[in-house]
């Protein structure tokens, strides 16, 4: 079976990450991956160190026909069988590189929770009949993708998963407290993730400074980066909250300073599923959540995690207070998570992927 994969995204970010995985997999049982991606991207380095057959593409735009011819040269080279496509403007493209006759099945991936536009391009390309499956990573983006398909039975959920051999090694180390100075005795509570709109950063920056003025001791870390970093930036100030929060960039030592946290807040108003909540799982470190998108799929409130209502900032302070200062409490939501992570590796999502892509062509 030969598969070709296709983002068009120039950073890397978590969906990057679950189509790294998910190569990784494939070729374990024997899928000959290939891969078009964006000239001068973050996957296209990925591709080049990692020796995976690849086609570097402009992907200007959803209009991008050029592209599109491209994608059907390659696929005709390579004798592809099937078209996995992973973002917004490689999913358009695939569609006009069908129409061009390519003729291939398509399967989309879809990891974020937003409706779908309502105009008639958005319209057109989800409901197009070449695409076969459309994987969502949690029920809730199938729940809200279902009005807007004309054959809803096309969803498929297919959770994300990780790497959990990346985190085997992890443990508190105490790196993070030295390179900031701080006390081990400093409670450092913090979220992993893009600093994006629908991350929701301000109620997370409204949740330090209630805590603050509670007079808890603690650092409050944002570790990621992103198009609304500037925006939050400013939001920090405003509140005086300088020397609480700490912005720590974009950080390829995770699976290090990940186990130094106190707690995991992420106060995400949308979120497909949130996989570095199960990053956390895997780093025993207790997650405080909202309740936004795919988040209580895998946060199940008082057993693998805490769970508050979006933009609840009382209920949000009032948990991580409980987490901080109930041991038993603590104690039992990183035994549950733990085993409940048991049920997203990397291996039982690419297992499931895989299944989808002999159904398709078994249909074909």
Known sequence: MKVLHLSSEKTWRGGEQQIAYLLSELVTHNVQVFVACRRHSAFETYCRQQNIPHLSLPFANEFDLVTALQLKK????????????????????????????NNLPIILSRRVDFP???????????????????????????????????QPEKLVTIHSGIDLSRFEESYRNGKLHEELDLPLSKFLIGNVSAIAPHKDYFTFVDTAAQLINQDLEAKFLIIGDGPSRPEVEAYVAQKNMQK??????????????????????ITSETEGLGTTILDAFACRVPVVATAGGGIPEIV?????????????TDMLATHVLNVLTIDSLRSRLVTNATEFLNGFTK??????TLAVYREVLGNN
């Open 74 to 101: 390659y696929c005709k080279q390579n004798k592809i069988d099937l078209v996995h496509v992973h973002s917004a403007h490689s999913h358009a493209l695939s569609v006009w590189a069908d129409l061009l006759g």
């Open 116 to 150: 779908v536009k309502n105009n008639w391009l958005s319209h057109y390309k989800y409901n197009y009949p070449g695409i076969r499956k459309i994987i969502c990573v949690s029920d809730k983006i199938k729940e809200v993708m279902a009005p807007d398909l004309k």
């Open 244 to 265: 609480h929060i700490l912005f720590l960039g974009f950080r390829q030592d995770i699976p290090e300073i990940l186990p130094e946290l106190d707690v995991f807040l």
């Open 300 to 312: 199940k409130n008082n057993q693998t995690g805490m769970l508050a209502a979006v933009r609840d």
């Open 347 to 352: 291996e039982q999502t690419a297992l499931k």
